[in-house]
């Protein structure tokens, strides 16, 4: 079935440790996006991806990283967890041009 | 560019009315959409105002002249309960992406 899977869920990790968010998407979509939410708070871009080996930062500066090296498949790491990074972070796909984003389910990280 | 919605939580009875507020800044014409998470549900597109569509009985007109997209219904059920968030397409370094509001939880009660 055509979706975006988000793994984990839920994540809870202690300080210090490296920690890698999988995003996945089985919909023929060649951009995707990470975006960053608070509670309460707006939903913040920081990073994008255009296609297969094209990564960009996004509008809101982070300490972790991405790669897409397949059109499907765009993980963020965080090679240092802090107790800063404790957020929901939602993965996004789209075709195009196309103006519809599709979201996954989201991953809650909690650092301890 | 910047997206506004100035209420946290709307709070409405069956059947009545129901207005969720957003105004942008942005000079030029805009491009803005309305997402929806239900509980449990993920972030789903609801509409956008290119597409003057009505979905789930809510409609949204572009203001120009007081910068609002602000989505309306005229009787809200109870399945209308969710967190709604604006959101207008960025025209400056991110091309295209899309800036969202803070969002507005609205509450149905029987």
């Known amino acids: 079935e055509a979706d975006i899977y988000q793994t984990p869920r839920y994540l809870v990790i202690g300080t210090g440790k490296k920690i890698t968010l999988e995003c996945s998407q089985t919909?023929?979509?060649?951009?995707m996006y990470w975006y960053q939410q608070d509670p309460g708070m707006e939903l913040h871009l920081i990073h994008y991806?255009?296609?297969?080996?094209?990564?960009e930062k996004g509008d809101l500066s982070s300490e972790s990283t991405v790669s897409r090296i397949r059109t499907e498949h765009f993980p963020l790491t965080l090679e240092s967890a802090r107790p800063s990074h404790t957020s929901q972070y939602l993965c996004?796909?789209?075709?195009?041009?196309?103006?519809?984003?599709?979201f996954g389910s989201g991953t809650q990280l909690s650092v301890l | 560019q910047r997206v506004t919605q100035p209420e946290k939580l709307l709070s409405v009875f069956k059947g009545a009315p129901v207005e969720l507020k957003c105004n942008y800044s942005?000079?030029?014409?805009?491009?803005l959409f309305w997402y929806v998470q239900y509980s449990r549900q993920r972030l789903q597109l609801l509409l956008r105002?290119?597409s003057r569509e009505s979905i789930k009985g809510f409609t949204a007109d572009l203001n120009k002249g007081e910068t609002s997209f602000h989505l309306k219904k005229p009787f809200a059920q109870e399945e209308d309960s969710a967190m709604y968030y604006c959101?207008?397409?960025?025209?400056?370094?991110?091309?295209?992406?899309?800036?969202f509001g803070k969002g507005t939880k609205l509450s149905v009660k029987p």
């Open positions: 942005y000079s030029g014409s805009p491009e």
């Open positions: 959101a207008l397409k960025d025209y400056g370094g991110s091309q295209g992406n899309l800036i």
């Open positions: 919909m023929g979509h060649d951009k």
């Open positions: 105002h290119i």
């Open positions: 991806s255009y296609g297969v080996n094209s990564t």
């Open positions: 996004a796909s789209k075709k195009g041009s196309v103006e519809k984003l599709f």
